[in-house]
T-cell receptor
Framework: DAGITQSPRHRVTETGTPVTLRCHQT?????MYWYRQDPGHGLRLIHY???????DKGEVSDGYSVSRSKTEDFLLTLESATSSQTSVYFC??????????????FGEGSRLTVL | TQLLEQSPQFLSIQEGENLTVYCNSS?????LQWYRQEPGEGPVLLVT???GGEVKKLKRLTFQFGDARKDSSLHITAAQPGDTGLYLC?????????WGAGTKLIIKP
C-alpha cells in the first residue's frame, strides 16, 4: 500500500462547472503527478509537482490547474469542465527524481464524466 | 514528440497459450518500465529494465530490453486467467516518462 488516496472516486458534472480532484499521500514524497487515462492513449501527464508550491505543466495541461500547499496534498482543478475532459484521472507519487524516474505508485483513480 | 508504440492493442487467447507484447520507439530510453493494471485500479509496476539487452524474468513473464534501448518485449508463457489485465510500458527519457497506449489482454479459461 503506497498510501495514496484520491477523492472523489466518481464525479458526474455538467459542462462549464468547476471541478477539483484531490490526491492525498501519507508517504511524504516530493514528486507527485496527475495523469489522465483514455482508451487508445495510455497515460498522459497533465501536471506534476516537485515540492510545495513547485509545479510544472505536462503534455496535456490546457484547461487544468494544480496546487500544492502541503507536501501531502496535490489538487487538480478544472476551472470550467468540458466534455473532452471526461476521463479517468490518476494521481501518482515516486521515490525517484525527474532525472531518474523510479517506480510510480498510483492512486485508484477518479472517474469524471462531464455531460 | 517522442512516441512509444505498443502492440497489439488487444489480445484474447486461451489459457495455456504463449504471447508476446511489444513496445517500440525511435527514441533511446535510459530505462523502461512495465506496469499491469486491473479494472478500477491504478497501474502497478511489474519490472524495470535498464541495460541494453537485459532480460528479466518474473515467474512466467519474461521482459527484454533491446540492445539499443529503443524497444522492449513482454513474453508470457502458459498464460493463465489471472494474467488478464491492461499491460503498459513506459520509457524514461529527457526527465519524463513516455507511455505506450497499452495492451488489453484477456485469457479465457
Amino acid at each position: 500500500d503506497a498510501g495514496i488516496t484520491q477523492s472523489p472516486r466518481h464525479r458526474v458534472t455538467e459542462t462549464g462547472t468547476p471541478v477539483t480532484l484531490r490526491c492525498h499521500q501519507t508517504e511524504n514524497h516530493r514528486y507527485m503527478y496527475w495523469y489522465r487515462q483514455d482508451p487508445g492513449h495510455g497515460l498522459r501527464l497533465i501536471h506534476y509537482s516537485y515540492g510545495v508550491k513547485d509545479t510544472d505543466k505536462g503534455e496535456v495541461s490546457d484547461g487544468y490547474s494544480v496546487s500544492r500547499s502541503k507536501t501531502e496534498d496535490f489538487l487538480l482543478t478544472l476551472e470550467s469542465a468540458t466534455s473532452s475532459q471526461t476521463s479517468v484521472y490518476f494521481c501518482a507519487i515516486t521515490t525517484g527524481t525527474l532525472a531518474n524516474t523510479g517506480e510510480l505508485f498510483f492512486g485508484e483513480g477518479s472517474r469524471l464524466t462531464v455531460l | 514528440t517522442q512516441l512509444l508504440e505498443q502492440s497489439p492493442q488487444f489480445l484474447s487467447i486461451q489459457e495455456g497459450e504463449n504471447l508476446t507484447v511489444y513496445c517500440n520507439s525511435s527514441s533511446v530510453f535510459s530505462s523502461l518500465q512495465w506496469y499491469r493494471q486491473e479494472p478500477g485500479e491504478g497501474p502497478v509496476l511489474l519490472v524495470t529494465v535498464v541495460t541494453g539487452g537485459e532480460v528479466k524474468k518474473l515467474k512466467r513473464l519474461t521482459f527484454q530490453f533491446g540492445d539499443a534501448r529503443k524497444d522492449s518485449s513482454l513474453h508470457i508463457t502458459a498464460a493463465q486467467p489471472g494474467d488478464t489485465g491492461l499491460y503498459l510500458c513506459a520509457g524514461a527519457s529527457n526527465y519524463q516518462l513516455i507511455w505506450g497506449a497499452g495492451t488489453k489482454l484477456i485469457i479465457k479459461p
